[in-house]
């Protein structure tokens, strides 16, 4: 959130094992620091296991996103920018080169990556 950048990994099935299996990661590569992340509420997010096994981490917080509240999870903004500079319109001969075109695109965004800038001024829209 703090540098714009996204962190991306090929899996193979969304399920619970498969998330708590990229929590461990974020906590082995920020050993020194309290996590915060913020999910939406797939199942793989909510699920007991995940729920119980994240209870136990002491420096591990699951913040979820209000239900049907798509725009405050900023990953759900990446999501569209790749859909629109990769998705759309492609076409890919397998898996692989699927995902060799997503990291590569991933890597660049990186390069150029800047924190969302939030422009709502917490006012309603004038009707």
Do not use: C
């Not at 959130?1 to 929590?23: A, C, E, P, W, Y």
């Not at 793989?44 to 119980?52: F, I």
């Not at 725009?71 to 759309?88: A, D, H, P, S, Y």
Request: hydrophobic share 40%; no cysteine; proline share 3%.
């Amino acid at each position: 959130m703090h540098s714009g950048k996204v962190l991306g990994q090929s899996i193979r099935r969304q399920n619970s094992d498969t998330f708590i299996r990229f929590l461990r990661r974020l906590l082995k590569d920020y050993p020194d620091q309290d996590l915060y992340v913020i999910v939406d509420n797939a199942s793989s997010h909510r699920s007991k296991k995940t729920r119980s096994w994240a209870a136990k981490q002491e420096r591990l917080h699951l913040v979820y996103t209000p239900t049907h509240a798509s725009w405050l999870n900023q990953i759900e903004l990446f999501f569209g920018i790749l859909t629109r500079k990769v998705i759309r319109r492609g076409i890919f001969k397998s898996r692989q080169e699927l995902i060799q075109w997503l990291m590569a695109f991933i890597e660049s965004y990186n390069a150029e990556a800047r924190p969302v800038q939030w422009t709502y001024s917490g006012n309603p829209l004038a009707v």
